[in-house]
């Protein structure tokens, strides 16, 4: 074998290494000795991914650019070039904080992401809608994760989204950094020293790098705790609904692969088996949801007297964060139920149903009271400081929090990640901050309505632009004079 050919199948098994790289910190070790390899600067976003291109030229690399060529060649994006310049940080490694920085990057900006957690650990499943299925191929979902979506099969867990959007983001320049919690926001100082500095954050650990970034565009992904001020919530308060999730071993065989998954949507009007599993077990549900996928993941919402009468829930408290607070909950009882729960739903064909671990080496259970779910009113706002203007945006979990049954969240959670793209890249087109904020405000009034059905049906054609998506969109339903108080101005208060 002559030298260079060695060359090239060293790189090539390096670039599989980090293609199958089953962890957080794997990807991002297999990522950093890849380009250290082929004498790449990833933080060099403009030239980045032309450059690993150039360099990776086996079929398997291919036939990734292509797929991403492809998605490059959106006419939104202006071939990158449309937010060159744009500095964003986005705070959380969640799906949708990682779908943001996709587009963000894939407009030109320059994108950091912190995530406080050093593992991808969830193993609780989401359920995906036919466009982000669609999405995430054209992604290359399929060449990082060859399960992805095959058949009929609709879902996927946290944990492997996570990762393939990780290392598209790392591919599309994304810079992502483990272990590091956003605190608050920095204001642009005052002081004559420090003139010209702009927005930063507060960050743990303080010392870490990320500290001295400033940016013109921040984005909280950080879940239903959104750590983001300014932003009020809304408050959908419904009938006491407690979800108890579960995950067990997935042991991959032909009697497992035979059982068959329930889809919450399908069940929900399937009444005589609530009541059977109710008098059979004492078990009483308002629905289930089953998904074999990693593990077979199990979610359903529970009615509290049967908690109580089978001993899950030791008090009855009319207070719910008393009722479900780790003393008045019998784990043991907690776990039996649900694994009874779990089969009798599957009709008993599971052959063993042994708990998956989770991130505590804990059984993979938890109970979850989502009687309140909130929504941000607003979807941004604008911050200025000594001319620093800075844009604030939400997605995910932290701007619309998911009926977890009907797992909307990652749907309507990628919706609002090209949503708050488009809203970026019309800010950095130097739009004003009223104009952004009108437009994002008009659209994101859309988003709690979103279904399957009333989304655009032409999946091929979506993209960062809402016209693609939303048919009955009216972007100007909100007028710039009815958003002034999303504009922050610390000089003027
Ligand atoms: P998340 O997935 O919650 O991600 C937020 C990320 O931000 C996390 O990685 C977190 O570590 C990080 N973070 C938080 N605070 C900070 C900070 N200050 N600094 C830096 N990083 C921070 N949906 C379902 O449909 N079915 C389920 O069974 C289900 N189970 C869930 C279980 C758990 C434990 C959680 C947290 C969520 C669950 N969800 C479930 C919701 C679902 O995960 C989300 O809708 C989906 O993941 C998209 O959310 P996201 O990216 O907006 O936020």
């Known amino acids: 074998m002559g030298e260079m050919e060695e060359d090239r199948d060293n790189v090539g098994k390096l670039f599989e290494d980090f293609v199958q790289s089953s962890t957080c910190k794997g990807a991002l070790q297999a990522f950093s000795v890849l380009c250290r390899r082929l004498d790449l600067d990833p933080t060099d976003n403009e030239i980045f991914y032309s450059s690993l291109k150039a360099k990776l030229t086996s079929w398997k690399a291919q036939a ?72 995430l191929r054209g992604l290359g979902a399929k060449k990082f994760y060859g399960k992805f979506c095959a058949g009929a099969i609709d879902h996927i867990s946290i944990q492997k989204l996570q990762l393939v959007l990780l290392k598209v983001a790392l591919i599309v320049a994304v810079e992502f950094h483990i272990n590091v919690e956003f605190v608050k926001l920095l204001e642009p100082p005052e002081d004559q020293e420090n003139e010209g500095i702009g927005w930063r954050a507060a960050i743990r650990p303080a010392d870490h790098p990320v500290a001295n970034f400033e940016f013109d565009v921040v984005v909280g992904a950080d879940g239903r705790i959104n750590t983001l001020e300014g932003f009020k919530r809304k408050e959908f308060r419904g009938k006491l609904a407690i979800a108890i999730t579960a995950n067990f071993i997935n042991r991959n065989t032909t009697a497992e692969a035979r059982v068959e998954e329930i889809s919450g949507v399908a069940f929900i009007f399937n009444q005589k088996f609530f009541l059977d599993l109710k008098e059979e077990t004492g078990i009483d549900l308002e629905n289930i ?142 739009r004003t901050a009223l104009e952004v904020l009108a437009e994002r405000e008009s659209i994101y009034r859309l988003l709690p309505q979103t279904t399957t059905e009333n989304i655009g049906k032409n999946f091929e054609q979506y993209t960062i632009d809402p016209g693609t998506r939303y048919p009955n969109l009216n972007s100007a339903c909100v007028r710039p004079h009815q958003v002034r108080h999303l504009y922050i101005s610390t000089e003027l208060s």
């Open 64 to 135: 990734l650019w292509s797929k991403l060529d492809k998605r490059m060649l959106h006419k939104e994006y202006k071939k990158g070039q449309v937010c060159v310049g744009t500095k964003c940080l986005i705070i959380g490694g969640g799906p949708c904080g990682l779908r943001t920085a996709i587009e963000l990057a894939l407009m030109g900006a320059k994108v950091v992401v912190i995530e406080k957690r050093d593992s991808f650990a969830r193993n609780n499943v989401l359920h995906l809608w036919p466009y982000t299925i669609h999405d």
């Open 289 to 430: 949801v089953y998904y074999r996928d990693n593990t077979h993941y199990f979610v359903m919402t529970a009615k509290k007297q049967s908690l109580l009468d089978k001993g899950v829930v030791i008090h009855d408290y009319i207070d719910t964060q008393m009722l479900l607070s780790s003393e008045n909950v019998n784990q043991e009882a907690l776990l039996c139920y649900a694994r009874e729960a779990a089969d009798f739903g599957t009709n008993y064909q599971l052959p063993t149903l042994d708990f998956a671990m989770n991130h505590c080496g804990q059984p993979d259970v938890a109970m979850f009271d989502f009687t309140n779910m909130y929504a941000s009113e607003n979807a941004a706002l604008v911050r200025e400081r000594f001319g620093h203007q800075l844009l604030v945006a939400l997605v995910g979990d932290s701007l619309l929090e998911p009926f977890w049954p009907m797992g909307t969240g990652c749907a309507r959670g990628f919706l609002a990640a090209f949503d708050t793209a488009w809203m970026v890249k019309s800010w950095a087109q130097g």
